[in-house]
């Protein structure tokens, strides 16, 4: 496996292999790698001759307070879990290589990157397009590969390529989820034993509003009504006193919740009845951690 750090040696990587014919993907992520990521590579594998992994902790998509200098950073065990699947190729920038002194350039987010992590997180599409812009210069490949976990992102992305005519094919990988129904997330090594069981109400919560849609609810308002229900844990206010009295750790809903939404599934606008495909999208605090989820939802 190569291990590329310098932008122009992992554009000639690519650029040289085109040359013979043959295709790549990039799988770009900041690493502390889970099997989510390890699933993007899967699918690059299968679509391209070669794939290539991209590891970089991208301060610009941080605000400040957020979790940017303790963002988890395992590189030896991302790069031996990397090489094992076979990724022909890792690039490792340095901040300073992607961000020279004096680089103030940046890309105008889409439409859809309006609303929800948008306007909870305002700078964070604007540093999210600017370094895939950057990544898709570096690594000119022929194939994009990114996950639903982070749905509005994916659809920024689309849309920026879209809008762009950036050169490069987006696919996309499903939601990988551990045993326990916790989509996989790199923040998730933040849970304390009891905050990992009380996010357990998110997956739970939105397989429930799976059975809703199933059993024929299609009111968009009483849907979002019962999400929101879920995730608060009315009950847990309940079983908390009994499991303290029991001696067991209290368990409850999410911390607090920053959106739980019924949306279209393509342009993210509300919506009142399920007569078109839709997602259901959560962002919630769990002790400190901010954890996201969604599904799709077919009708
Ligand atoms: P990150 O390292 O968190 O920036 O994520 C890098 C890529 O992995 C993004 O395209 C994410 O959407 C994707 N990803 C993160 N978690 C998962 C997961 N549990 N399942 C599938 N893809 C994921």
Same mark, same amino acid.
């Given at each position: 496996?190569?291990? =590329? ?18 295709? =790549? ?5 900041? /690493? ?30 941080? %605000? ?5 200098? !303790? ?6 065990? @991302? =790069? ?5 699947? /076979? ?18 350039? $940046?890309?105008?987010?889409? *439409? ?6 948008? $306007? ?28 639903? !976990? ?46 990992? #069981?009380? %996010?357990?109400?998110?997956? !739970?919560?939105? *397989? ?23 995730? #608060?844990?009315? #009950? ?16 409850? /809903? ?13 342009? =993210? ?10 997602? %259901? ?11 996201? @989820?969604?599904?799709?939802? $077919?009708?």
């Amino acid at each position: 496996m190569e291990i =590329l750090s310098d932008p122009k040696s992992a554009r000639r990587y690519v650029i040289e292999r085109q040359s013979t014919g043959e295709t =790549l993907a990039v799988v770009p992520t900041m /690493g502390a790698l889970h099997d989510g990521h390890l699933s993007l590579v899967e699918i690059g594998k299968e679509k391209c001759d070669r794939v290539v992994a991209t590891i970089f902790v991208n301060p610009t998509q941080f %605000a400040p307070g957020e979790d940017l200098d !303790k963002y988890p950073r395992t590189l030896k065990q @991302d =790069l031996a879990r990397l090489e094992s699947l /076979g990724t022909d190729a890792v690039f490792v920038p340095e901040v300073s290589s992607m961000y020279p002194d004096g680089c103030t350039t $940046s890309v105008s987010p889409p *439409r859809v990157a309006e609303g929800l992590e948008g $306007s909870f997180r305002p700078e964070h599409f604007g540093g999210v397009c600017t370094i895939v812009l950057k990544l898709f210069q570096c690594l000119p490949c022929n194939v994009g590969v990114f996950g639903q !976990k982070d749905y509005q992102q994916l659809l920024v992305i689309k849309a920026m390529v879209r809008d762009l005519n950036l050169p490069i094919e987006v696919l996309s990988g499903e939601i990988i989820r551990d045993q326990d129904g916790l989509a996989m997330s790199s923040r998730n090594r933040y849970l304390s034993a009891v905050e990992r #069981e009380n %996010a357990l109400c998110i997956p !739970k919560a939105l *397989r429930s509003l799976q059975d809703d849609v199933q059993s024929g609810v299609t009111s968009v308002e009483e849907l979002q009504e019962r999400l929101i229900a879920r995730l #608060e844990d009315s #009950e847990a206010v309940a079983h908390a006193a009994r499991d303290a009295a029991e001696g067991q750790p209290i368990q409850r /809903g999410v911390d607090s919740l920053d959106y739980a939404v019924v949306v279209d599934s393509e342009t =993210l606008e509300p919506i009142e009845k399920l007569n078109r495909p839709a997602v %259901a999208l959560v962002a919630a605090r769990v002790g400190q951690t901010r954890l996201i @989820d969604n599904c799709t939802i $077919s009708v």
